[in-house]
């Protein structure tokens, strides 16, 4: 019989609406029944993409022994982290505190009053490799609940305590300067891994923010240095496993430091981030490499991820189910030996297959399998040869049983697509992609954005959740709306973003400028979460306070751009320090030095010279730059949809172009290669 999950929208939860544990979702009633029967609170929270969450859940939530306990003994809540990333977020940051990790699945076990005692990630069904069994935690919780009651309640209120101390003070810090950034630089170049790219070691996760940071470091500055460790590291993802070769897209990391095992599932995230990273890439240095992973990794989102209302699903999940032992395992859709790309392709292609995807007998992955590469040392393969086994795999591939989707909408994260497939497809000259950000943006308003323009965090076919959004959501809808005002020339899009920053300022910031994760009136936690670090994807913090510098250059608001350089005050502090961390708010902080510039082009639209010179406007390399598109003003008019616009009139009837930045304007021109010349453009 279906439990308390059963009416859910998210995926995840839904997993477990048929587990014999008598869930409940994250509520006051699940907390006022775990006072009401005088029990701890088990808290268990997980994705739905999320590999050693189903382990957990195979082994233990679904057996009838370990759920009859639990019910008996516990209030058992279920929450999906990226529904609640503010609930995930304050009990991480006590699983981490205590532990000095963390990861999911997460167990908490907490009082009625959620304050945390005692805490862990995943537990096998029996004791291995020093971890206790799920079972054997349960049952000291168990006996710490009813035999030591006040040693529970003094570790509850000493570890909430802690919380409460953390709070940051970065309102004083001052906005970053060039010092600071170029102490960044320094600090990621020495924990580059010049060997096999990015940084750090094993497992090594993308470092989109990071990238970002490095491509618009050099497009200020000049740094080779920093365009080098982009390329090559963008490069080394790309050749890697970590690399779907067939279908395109990012795998969510690599479990070795060269790149070559995923873990295999696919994270809308990361590749909306770096779908962009990779067209910018192009965009500075015109590699046919990088514009050819920008396309497919759009296509992919595209063909893969897109769901019927328009929006894109979060992930692709990591276990498929092996056609051969019918077991769900990681990697089962991806990966191959060389006797199947010899029975798909036959025995010459299937040959020469192996040798350029890096296929052996012995494999790269588990069981003899390998998970497909670009080794440097691969033979050479003909263009049209090469497409033609692709496509031949791919194909075979899509025969085989599919991993599952998550196909929730989360706000943020849509947001990021947003800006990716609208660049994309102003770049590449793909107006599809344009058309696919379009449709997605439309259904945030639609689905997402209620009358006063409040977001909530997720949908699902349609079904808007009942969760509030959270900065994040603000921060990168906002960005995904400001990218699409500047490709389209639709001023709306400007409009709606200006009422999301003022929400930001309205509801999410402190008065010393830094900015909390929740709305002053959301839900109550044990510690209201305020991080200003990056996760997989830019945090709330910078990418508002991004949003915020971008809504000002394209307004001229004061106010906008004031609160963008006190949101910035936690990159001046924690930049130099450990930039790893932080690559957004240092990308955001480099448009801040550079102006960022403000691109106003005018023109007829049937004229094909303004679209040149729109599109040179959109190439241009400058950090941060925005650019408003539309109909010559006149001298004593208004903007229209776009302030930018504003008496700005044509030049000997020509399609113009104004460049300003820091109070000051360029001579406006007609010419395309002046302009781009104005904008950082280093080639055609």
Known sequence: MPNRLANETSPYLLQHADNPVDWWPWSPEAFAQARERGVPVHLSVGYASCHWCHVLASESFEDELTATYMNEHFVNIKVDREERPDVDAVYMEAVQAATGQGGWPMTVFMTADAEPFYFGTYFPPEPRQGMPSFM??????????????????????????????????????????????????????????????????????????????????????????????????????????????????????????????????????????????????????????????????????????????????????????????GEHVEGAYYAWTPAQLRDVLGEVDGELAAGYFGVTEEGTFEHGTSVLQLPQDGPAVEAGGLAGIKERLLAARGRRPAPGRDDKIVAAWNGLAIAALAECGAYFERPDLVERATEAADLLVRVHMDGRARLSRTSRDGRVGSNDGVLEDYGDVAEGFLALASVTGEGVWLEFAGFLVDLVLDRFAAEDGSLYDTAHDAEKLIRRPQDPTDTAAPSGWTAAAGALLSYAAHTGSQAHRTAAERALGVVHALGPRVPRFIGHGLSVAEALLDGPREVAVVGHPEDPALALLHRTALLGTAPGAVVAVGLPRAADGDGGEFPLLAERTLVRDLPTAYVCRHFVCARPTTDPVELAEQLGVIRP
């Open 136 to 325: 054997q935690v349960l049952e000291g919780v168990r006996t710490a609940w009813v035999g030591r009651p006040e040693e529970v309640a003094e570790v509850a209120q000493r570890i909430v305590r802690d919380l409460a101390g953390r709070e940051l003070d970065y309102g004083k810090a001052g906005t970053p300067g060039p010092e600071e950034l170029a102490r960044a630089l320094l600090g990621l170049t020495r924990e580059y891994d010049a060997a096999h790219g990015g940084f750090g070691g094993a497992p090594k996760f993308p470092p989109s923010m990071v990238l970002e940071f490095l491509l618009r470091h050099h497009a200020r500055t000049g740094s080779e240095g920093a365009l080098q460790m982009a390329a090559d590291t963008c490069e080394a993802m790309a050749r890697g496993g970590i690399y779907d070769q067939l279908g395109g897209g990012f795998a969510r990391y690599s479990v070795d430091r060269e790149w070559v095992v995923p873990h295999f599932e696919k994270m809308l995230y990361d590749n909306a981030l770096l779908c962009r990273v990779y067209a910018h890439l192009w965009r500075a240095t015109g590699s046919d490499l990088a514009r050819r992973v920008a396309l497919e990794t759009a296509d992919f989102m595209v063909r893969e991820l897109r769901t019927d209302q328009g929006g894109f699903a979060s992930a692709l999940d990591a276990d498929s189910e092996d056609p051969l032992t």
